[in-house]
């Protein structure tokens, strides 16, 4: 497990940016070669595992000398409440979001069966649910204030693991993730929404134009990352923002979700362009918005297969291609123990 001490929440997002510019905690590289070293003596082809034994590289990287390893990996699930659905943006009432945090509590959620499954912890964090964000097509989604009080809550949540899943419940925040997305990278409305729910094409239509009222309605969001946050976001994905910075600076590795949790990956990407090296994309996601995300931080996601839900889902299937890695990583036999001749020949 992780021994690292807690540190402090940032108190402003003067703060956070200043974590960001400061100078983050680096991979291990001398144990992405040990990792190489050992993979090269299994009874297998060279690279042969393709994806997989780049997990163990990438894992050994942020944890040091007693990984690769998955011992006691976290699911975590913030939860939050939106001003702007207000303005008809999802196929479902936005009285779902605190039904289902009841559901992950109950256990009845996809995720939890997913992180059961997967051996992981679970736990959801419900933010102010009784108090939606300001609806941003008229201005701000948050105060300061509001903004830092998610990312410190996302912060301090990150547990004792060893390999945190990230995701999202929160009616309304693939259009949340779309605003933001378009003020971190350009485009408009049209360029980065998608079906969310499931929405028609006048669902659509609504989004796209609930997206460009709020590019216009904070132009101070538009090239500021944290300003975007705080404008444009909502409490859950400055949560997940908090919990991504927070395990980077102590070497936890995270596998982010779908194009919400992406989104909020994207505000510390386009503050300090390194800052996602520990993060691994578990999926791409059948929004639309997501797969050019993904592009424009240079992730390549590890699965591909139609999810679309959100609630760390699809990071939580990522973390049973993570335990397939390891499971060969750690139980194959080398070449030289199962008597198999080498390449060449010896
Ligand atoms: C029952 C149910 C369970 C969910 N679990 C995740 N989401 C997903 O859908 C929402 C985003 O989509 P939109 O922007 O269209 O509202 C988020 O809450 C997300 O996590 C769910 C949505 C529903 C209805
Ligand atoms: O990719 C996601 O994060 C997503 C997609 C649809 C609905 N909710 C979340």
Known sequence: MSQSPLPVAPASLQEVAAILEGGLPAAAEGQVARVAA?????????????????????????????????????????????????????????????????NFRAGGAAVNQLAGLAGAGFAVQALDLERPTADFTAGPAMSEAECVAAF???????????????????????????????????????????????????????????VDRGLAANPAAKGAPLEALRCLGGREIAAMSGAILCARMRRIPVILDGFVCSAAAAVLQRQQPDALAHCLAGHVSA????????????????????????????????????????ACHHGMATFASAAVPGQDGA
């Open 38 to 102: 050992h993979q090269a003596q299994l009874t297998k082809p060279p690279g042969s595992l393709g994806r997989l034994e780049e997990i163990c590289a990438w894992l050994a990287a942020w944890q040091g000398e007693t990984g690769p390893r998955a011992d006691a990996p976290q699911v975590l699930v913030f939860a939050g409440n939106h001003g702007v659905a207000a303005q008809g943006v999802s196929a479902f009432p936005a009285a779902v979001t605190v039904a289902m945090v009841e």
């Open 152 to 210: 410190a809550a996302g912060w301090n949540a990150v547990g004792e693991t060893d390999l945190l899943c990230l995701g999202e419940m929160g009616i309304a925040n693939t259009t949340v993730a779309a605003a933001l997305c378009a003020a971190l990278f350009g485009g408009n409305g049209r360029q980065w929404v998608g079906p969310g729910t499931g929405v028609d094409a006048a669902g659509l239509e609504r989004k796209a134009q609930a």
């Open 287 to 326: 929004e639309p918005g997501h797969r050019r995300l993904l592009d424009g931080l240079a992730l390549a996601p590890l699965l591909d297969i139609g999810m679309r839900l959100g609630e760390a889902s699809g990071a939580a299937v990522a973390l049973l291609l993570v335990r397939a890695a390891l």
